[in-house]
């Protein structure tokens, strides 16, 4: 059973490190987006020419960033949700709360899976038809990278849900990124 509690854990570290990085990747796009929206402000004031295609960048950006920091987001417990029941009864119940939470965390497991299962057909399709969006002859970008995004996110999010689900000692925590491998002991 020790064993099977250090793969998890060990999974669970991989998991959230993984999280940490698209994290930082959606956090990178959102500076490229600022270059790119600010490029296109002062070009468009300042010499009559805006970049042709920033609307697009701009709705292909988002959708990208929203779903590459979602998996940061479940594994930090920051999602929005209200949970003031649940902390009021942690006080008088505390095992009951901790059911109810893991509860929510496998209901949000099964929906994240099945927006992965979803959008797997649509990422599928968009690769082989290499469908895009945009106006052809201004700025075309393939719509398959948004849904490869979207589906890696939900899978991550699943995982993520599901060890908050295994996790009944709390013994699998969040990785912090000042943590040290000596103060796990």
């Known amino acids: 059973m020790r064993q099977l509690t250090n793969g998890v854990r060990a999974f669970s570290k991989l998991a959230n490190w993984v999280a940490i ?3 930082a ?14 490029y296109d402000v002062v070009a468009r004031g300042l010499f009559n020419a805006p970049f042709p295609g920033a609307v697009e960048v701009v709705q292909f950006t988002m959708v990208l ?3 590459l920091q979602l998996p940061d987001v479940v594994r930090t417990n920051r999602l929005t949700r ?7 009864l942690r006080g008088t119940r505390p095992k009951l709360a901790e059911n109810i939470g893991r509860t929510i965390n496998l ?4 929906f994240m899976g099945l927006v992965a299962y979803a959008i797997w057909p649509e990422f599928v399709e968009m690769f082989e038809t290499k469908d895009y969006f945009g106006i052809p002859g201004i700025f075309t970008a393939p719509w398959w990278p948004i849904k490869l995004a979207i589906y ?4 991550m999010c699943t995982i993520l849900f599901l060890l ?10 969040p990785v912090r990124l ?8």
């Open 164 to 173: 908050k689900v295994l996790d009944p000692d709390k013994k699998i925590a």
């Open 21 to 23: 990085i698209a994290n």
């Open 152 to 155: 890696l996110s939900a899978v």
């Open 82 to 88: 209200s949970d003031g029941f649940l902390t009021i």
């Open 178 to 185: 000042n943590e040290h491998p000596e103060d796990n002991s």
């Open 107 to 110: 209901a949000s497991a099964i």
């Open 65 to 67: 960033i929203v779903f």
């Open 25 to 38: 990747v959606g956090t990178l796009i959102v500076l490229c987006l600022v270059l790119v929206v600010n």
